[in-house]
Nanobody, 125 residues
Framework: QVQLVESGGGSVQAGGSLRLSCAAS?????MGWFRQAPGEEREGVAS???????????YYANAVKGRFTISQDSAKNTLYLQMNSLKPEDTAMYYC??????????????????WGQGTQVTVSS
């Protein structure tokens, strides 16, 4: 069992930045960030594989490429999402997830993985 706790959400104006954090109680092979806007389906934002403290196979949604960066601090067991040049369409609840299957954003393994409670990001124009 892995517990995930997100933090760092908030309200920001368009063009601003936020850094989300996700503290994990254990380690898994794949970790990622997902988001869900009101009335929309949950979508993958960024994910990667972690092995022996190093990251591999980074995946990003097209909508965030070049603006968001996923990273991790293995010593702190913490996952991060640096979000720059934020847009109003980035407004959503952001969730941290972890699982030990395949790490692409569309992998069905995420459904059976571990999820945090979410942190709200609101971007105003």
């Amino acid at each position: 069992q892995v517990q995930l706790v997100e933090s760092g959400g908030g309200s920001v104006q368009a063009g601003g930045s936020l850094r989300l954090s996700c503290a994990a109680s254990g380690s898994t092979y794949c970790m990622g960030w997902f988001r869900q806007a009101p009335g929309e389906e949950r979508e993958g934002v960024a994910s990667f594989a972690i092995s022996r403290g190093r990251t591999y196979f980074e995946y990003y949604a097209n909508a965030v490429k070049g603006r968001f960066t996923i990273s991790q601090d293995s010593a702190k067991n913490t996952l991060y999402l640096q979000m720059n040049s934020l847009k109003p369409e980035d407004t959503a609840m952001y969730y941290c997830a972890a699982q030990s299957g395949t790490c692409s954003l569309t992998s069905p393994s995420w459904k059976g993985g571990y999820w945090g409670q979410g942190t709200q990001v609101t971007v105003s124009s």
